[in-house]
């Protein structure tokens, strides 16, 4: 793997020299995009807006603008604005992972410890081991400031970029129901789960459709035909709930 960032995290006084690496990598198909009439490749070009010809991405620059006029931007110009942040992971407090909701949550990565600092490393994590809390704090990636928050998975840690309160709507416009539901069906709901219920190990859930997917392709490569799905409704709306419900437990116990 390669390091998408390299600075430290920071809590107290203490400083630990770490590397960055994504903790993530796509699991569908990498499909081209081709053009219908004889599947050439579709390039996309960076073109200059006003001479129409192609800019190569060594002389490309970002701006910004103010008053109908671009201000360029450096690299410079972006660690300025907060030198500290584009090179500090910053814990500002610990607390119970619990606290943060999961709709915060964005993006996973790996954090590893330069030789120097694999000791404070580790006494990070066995720490937050112990104490069953997380760091929460701040840094800059890719010129862009976001929360984080630090926890420890197994004998690594992990940091979760985290989105800030007003990145997330309000649910003012949403329409849900109202009222309660009936006792029985509230009994039958909890049977229910609670069936469904049991060790939990994600490791149990494939990407089937990306394999389905590539079986179809194959299939068409061979020039088979595909046979057309059929889909099995579940629900009607002029069915009983409560009929739904005990179809479901007695599909339960019978499996």
Known sequence: MRSIWTGAIGFGLVNIPIKMYSAVQASELDLDMLDKKDHANIRFKRVNENTGKEVAWEN????????DQYVVLTDDDFAKASPEKSKIIGINEFVEESAIDSIYYETPYYLEPDKSGAKAYALLRDALHKTGKVGFGSFVLRNKE?????????????????RWAQEIRTTDEINVPGGSPKPAEMKMAIELINQLS??????????????????????????KKIAEPKL???????????SQLKASLKGRKAS
Do not use: W
């Open 232 to 242: 099995k409704v579940v629900h009607r709306q002029s069915e009983d709930l409560l």
């Open 146 to 162: 976001g929360l984080c928050l630090i926890k420890p998975m197994e004998n690594i840690l992990v940091l979760c970029r985290i």
């Open 60 to 67: 490309i620059v970002k701006g910004y603008k103010l008053n």
């Open 198 to 223: 049991g060790p939990f190990d994600i490791a149990n859930y494939k990407d089937t459709y990306t394999d389905e997917l590539l079986k179809i392709i194959k299939a068409k490569a061979k020039g």
